[in-house]
């Protein structure tokens, strides 16, 4: 059965920093391009980053990221795991929400627009910013 599976959410204050982390049980993410998304309270889902097949890791735009969280949030893959990161860094309270990772089995570029180009999702991990 395909899951995915978010961890490492939490509450931190204004500029902190978390770790998100999407793991697969019973296979690898390797073939897989990867998004997160956020929603927050009252809003609609929107995507901030993706990560393209790791086949394709060396190719142009393999990354990408919504422009608010660029140079702030980076996406990365451990390949010897099979989990993909989203290391979040000075984290402003319009950041918070419930973080979702979905996947797609495809050698295309990645994209965060469009969530339904997604096949799969995880539960999602609640990040809060608050003082």
């Known amino acids: 059965q395909f899951k995915l599976v978010e961890t490492g959410g939490g509450l931190v204050q204004p500029g902190g920093s978390l770790t998100l982390s999407c793991a697969a049980s019973g296979f690898t993410l390797d073939s897989y391009a990867i998004g997160w998304f956020r929603q927050a309270p009252g809003k609609g889902r929107e995507g901030v980053s993706c990560i393209r097949n790791s086949r394709y890791s060396a190719s142009p735009n393999s990354i990408r990221y919504l422009y608010s969280v660029k140079d702030r949030f980076t996406i990365s893959r451990d390949n010897t795991n099979g989990t993909v990161y989203l290391q979040l860094n000075s984290l402003k309270p319009e950041d918070a929400g419930v973080y979702y990772c979905?996947?797609?089995?495809?050698?295309?570029?990645?994209?965060?627009?469009?969530?339904?180009?997604?096949?799969?999702w995880g539960q999602g991990t609640q990040v809060a910013v608050s003082t």
């Open positions: 979905a996947a797609r089995h495809t050698t295309e570029p990645c994209q965060y627009v469009f969530d339904d180009w997604y096949d799969h």
